[in-house]
């Protein structure tokens, strides 16, 4: 049983920062793979916002590129998202993903 529970949303101000986290369960630690990071707002259509593969490489959307940096701790199968810089269009809910499973989601204000 595969399972994504994201944890780290919350209200900050303009400018402030938020780390993201992804606790990853039911995954070997063998193959290959890739995570990543999506978000959506009321009315907006699902963006992804960062990916990365079992080899470290990464890609971020372009909305997020230079504020935002993904990284992932194998070995606890966590997935984090480092945001900063934040202004009030990165207000969504963020979802953690791998494959076809996604979290449950962890709300971002900022205002």
Known sequence: H???VESGGGTVKPGGSLRLSCQASGYGTSGSYCMGWF???PGKER???AGIDS???TTYGDSVKGRFTISKDKDENML???MNSL???DTA???CSRGDTRGQG???TVS
Request: cysteine-free.
């Open 39 to 41: 978000r959506q707002a």
């Open 2 to 4: 595969v399972q994504l």
């Open 93 to 95: 809910m963020y979802y």
């Open 47 to 49: 963006e992804g916002v």
């Open 106 to 108: 962890t709300q971002v």
């Open 55 to 57: 080899y470290g490489d």
């Open 80 to 82: 984090y998202l480092q």
């Open 87 to 89: 202004i009030t269009e």
